[in-house]
């Protein structure tokens, strides 16, 4: 995470040690799903810093740490392995892989919508302006239903929310009038 944070603000080296830290720890552990999380974020870093041979090199490590312990590619893992592809200029791999993480992602998964914007501009190099365009509306599409689910999310933990404090001042008035009773009928005692 704080890795992520720097790469947002620009601090690339920073988050490389940070990563390297953190792949050394989930390695020591052998938590090989997590050293798959790690390697998205070093080939993310690395092409940050524009060094696609380095990015290319944490895509065959995560690749092969995959195969060796049967573990899936994350959809994310798959967009940086992708994006590593066609800068190195195998678009038709990169399209294959986009393709491949897109079958697999649930419909809900927000990286879908990064997929197909990266399945656009492998599309756009290739000369398939059409193709681009067409995946961008898909892009945008789901981008519009995500936003819809997550604003469909909150009004229902709002509801619930209100929902609940109503009850909570129903609560409270009703024990206000029981005490009120409770005070009259001693008095009347």
Do not use: C
Request: net charge neutral; hydrophobic share 45%; charged share 25%.
């Amino acid at each position: 995470t704080m890795a992520e944070l720097a790469l947002d603000n620009g601090d690339t080296r920073q988050a490389l040690v940070w990563l390297q830290a953190a792949l050394a720890f989930y390695r020591d552990g052998s938590h090989r799903v997590y050293e798959l999380r790690v390697h998205d974020g070093l080939i993310h870093t690395a092409l940050a810093m524009g060094d696609v041979p380095q990015a290319r090199q944490w895509s065959a490590s995560a690749l092969a740490l995959a195969e060796a312990w049967k573990l899936p590619l994350p959809a994310s893992l798959q967009l940086q392995i992708a994006r590593t592809a066609r800068l190195e200029g195998d678009a038709a791999a990169s399209a294959a892989r986009l393709r491949e993480a897109l079958a697999a992602a649930a419909k809900t998964d927000p990286v879908r919508v990064l997929l197909l914007e990266e399945l656009a501009m492998v599309q756009e190099s290739t000369g398939d302006a059409t193709g681009a365009n067409a995946t961008l509306r898909r892009a945008n599409a789901e981008a519009a239903e995500l936003m819809r689910a997550q604003q469909d999310r909150q009004l229902d933990w709002l509801r619930i929310r209100f929902e609940t404090t109503e009850q909570q001042r129903t609560i409270a008035a009703l024990e206000s009038q029981n005490r009120l009773h409770k005070a009259r009928l001693r008095q009347r005692t």
